[in-house]
């Protein structure tokens, strides 16, 4: 029993028909209700709930200062390397992107944590393609073992991995997993991935359980939205978050909201997902999902950032750099995407803190 | 008040009874809000703490002679709840610690067996262990034998300002266990701190209701008052209440009368 079936149950649903049928007085009943259980969450991402997000945005505000405080989490990701064996058709980074390949050194490494932990950051988000020939294992863990010395907390988003690889990499210092189903329709996760190994839908689908079981702290996951109709993928991201709660209740579950971004491989994303529908899917996942960490990353505009922190958001990256070995050399390499915000950390940690909240670098802490 | 009211934990007399919770509140509005309740023992969580930089660390807004209590949020169980006490200590936070073993990640709701051991192993090595519960008789005994100096059973869960969900069992603490009960998590307002009290709580912790509160200080000063007052209506010992009027002896009062 994984998610796997808890998604085919699903199968054949009209969501179509319930768009039509949901009202306002079905988006009233739900605002007003307790305990939110799916079709109520469904209801939620309809068009009707559209016209409730300022009553969305105010439960919403409550809830999440009320479980996570007036606190908002810094991370910046590291791009270890951008080596690839998959065609991911809206990555930068693709096996047929000619780009140049680079595979950061161990001292490279020091140099890259050695800046990022100069600028305050206690939380890392470490990133690499999919390569198990030039990112083994092997070189991950030898990774984080330089990393451990730099940072409190470190998540991973690489490849998706089997449960005894999971649990080598927590030995070897990793707190956290991030891993994206980047789309949970399966017909268009095929047509998105036309080669390499992350055609397996289900080994990716069932890799957050498989990190859940071997003992990492957390895991996030996300849709790429932008691929298929941002309702059923919202949907089916909240469900996940709430299959992975219930089944591992000891694991902190988080989920991400990436919008496809502009970046070098000029994919144009075939669904567009704009700023009062990625509020409501921020609003609805924190309505349904009560304690669920929330994160927005730099694909997303100052301003919009700006707005949502008092929304749901529990974490944001900042200062992120895209490309491998940016940090240490700035003129170095291709980025995975071109991030929007650009603000120095300095500058994001006044605007949170003109918000009323405390931005915190740390919220962990190594006991290893 | 005429006696000398204190509490009394791991060798320091407190006058105040309400402890303040720090995770969820700005830093820059730490000492404002401690000024306020007037407190005397605050509760940081460790995983917050950082070390590297003192205007990040929470520890650095906290004035002197206020006793800090690290916590171990972010526990799954005791032996990690044991290794977090001793960094904290190895970092010059003192000997009290807050335990929190938390196996569930939805309502946060704490772990009693693993506390147990975890405060069974830090009782022995010399810690001034106050566990997080859920308001278990049983298991407060169990606490109470292997040496911690209070019991911390829960209201509600945590951040849910829902109140004194749990009365009936915190009333059975109150009465049954020979430590200080404090009562923390769920209280979510002055009225709640004070009902808590008037109970025979000895204290009570609060954080998610100050530190969500349109003005924080300001709360801070009003559940000051209200533990205070609670505190007080304790010691009075209240008269008993009625839902009607008391007519003098409407059962009895043929007893004075001269028999017929």
Redesign the interface.
């Known amino acids: 029993m994984s998610f796997w079936q808890e998604l085919q149950g699903y199968e054949g649903f009209d969501f179509d028909g319930f768009w039509r049928r949901t009202g306002p007085e079905d988006v009233r009943r739900v605002l007003a209700g307790e305990n939110r259980q799916p079709l109520d969450f469904l209801t939620l991402l309809t068009p009707a709930a559209a016209g409730y997000l300022e009553e969305m945005a105010g439960l919403a505000q409550?809830i999440t200062?009320?479980?996570?405080?007036?606190?908002i989490l810094l991370y910046t990701p590291l791009y270890l390397a951008n080596h690839c064996v998959n065609h991911c058709r809206y990555c930068s980074f693709n096996a047929r992107q000619q780009i140049e390949r680079r595979r950061l050194s161990m001292a490279e490494i020091r140099e890259e944590a050695g800046a990022i932990a100069g600028l305050?950051f206690?939380d890392l988000l470490v990133l690499t393609g999919e390569s198990r020939s030039v990112t083994p294992l092997s070189y991950l863990e030898e990774a984080l073992d330089v990393l451990q010395g730099y940072f409190s907390a470190i998540g991973l988003e690489i490849y998706p991995l089997a449960t005894e690889e999971y649990r080598r990499l927590l030995k070897a210092g990793a707190d956290y997993l991030t891993i994206y189903q980047e789309v949970y329709n399966r017909k268009v996760y095929a047509y998105m991935h036309p080669r390499g190994p992350k055609r397996n839908y289900l080994f990716r689908l069932e890799a957050p359980e498989r990190a859940a079981a071997a003992g990492m702290?957390g895991v996030t996951i996300g849709a790429l939205l932008g691929l298929d109709d941002w309702r059923r993928e919202a949907f089916f991201t909240g469900l996940h978050v709430a299959y992975l709660?219930r089944k591992f209740?000891?694991?902190?579950?988080g989920v991400s909201v990436p919008r496809v971004c502009p970046n070098a491989g000029g994919f144009i994303p075939p669904v567009s997902v704009n700023d009062p529908e990625l509020t409501q899917i921020i609003l609805a996942f924190r309505l349904f999902l009560p304690?669920a960490g929330i994160s927005v990353s730099t694909r997303e505009r100052p301003w919009l950032r700006n707005h949502l922190l008092r929304l749901g958001v529990t974490r944001i990256s900042a200062a992120s750099v895209t490309a491998v070995g940016g940090h240490a050399r700035p003129e170095n390499g291709t980025e995975q995407f071109k991030p929007a915000d650009g603000r120095t950390v300095e500058e994001i940690k006044a605007a949170i803190?003109a918000c009323?909240?405390?931005p915190?670098?740390?919220?962990?802490?190594r006991?290893w | 008040m005429t006696r000398e009211d204190r509490l009394e934990i791991g060798g320091k007399s407190l006058n105040s009874r309400l402890f303040v919770g720090t995770?969820?509140?700005?830093?820059?509005l730490l000492p404002g809000v401690i000024a306020a309740a007037g407190t005397e023992v605050v509760t940081v969580a460790?995983?917050?703490?950082?070390f590297?930089?003192p205007q990040?660390n929470p520890l650095s807004y906290i004035p002197e002679n206020v006793i800090v209590m690290p916590n171990t949020s972010?526990a799954?169980d005791a032996g990690?709840a044991v290794?977090?006490a001793r960094?904290a200590q190895a970092a010059g936070c003192g000997n009290w610690v807050k335990i929190e073993v938390?196996?569930?990640?939805?309502?946060?709701l704490p772990d009693n067996e693993e506390t147990v051991k975890a405060t069974e192993i830090l009782v022995q090595e010399g810690f001034v262990v106050l566990p997080y519960i859920m308001p278990d008789l049983i298991i407060a005994r169990q606490l109470e034998e292997a040496g911690a100096a209070a019991v911390m059973p829960l209201g509600a869960p945590i951040?849910?300002?829902r109140g004194l969900r749990s009365r009936e069992f915190l009333r059975i603490l109150v009465e049954e266990i020979n430590l200080p009960v404090i009562i923390d998590a769920g209280i979510g307002k002055p009225s709640e701190a004070a009902a808590a009290m008037e109970m025979g709580a000895d204290a009570v912790l609060v954080?998610?209701a100050i530190?969500?509160a349109g003005d924080p200080a300001l709360m801070a000063g009003a559940f000051a008052a209200a533990v205070k007052a609670g505190r007080e209506g304790y010691l009075a010992g209240p008269g008993p209440s009625s839902l009607y009027a008391a007519a003098s002896s409407p059962l009895t009062g043929f007893l004075r009368e001269v028999s017929k």
């Not at chain 1, 200062?65 to 606190?71: A, H, K, L, P």
């Not at chain 1, 209740?249 to 579950?253: L, R």
């Not at chain 2, 995770?23 to 820059?28: A, T, V, Y």
């Not at chain 2, 460790?46 to 950082?50: G, I, K, T, Y």
């Open positions: 409550d200062r009320r479980n996570f405080g007036n606190v305050g206690q702290r709660q209740p000891q694991v902190e579950v304690r803190t009323g909240y405390q915190v670098y740390k919220d962990w802490h006991l | 995770g969820k509140l700005p830093n820059q460790l995983r917050r703490v950082d590297r930089s990040e972010g799954r990690e290794k977090i960094l938390i196996t569930d990640q939805k309502y946060l951040g849910s300002n954080n998610t530190a969500t």
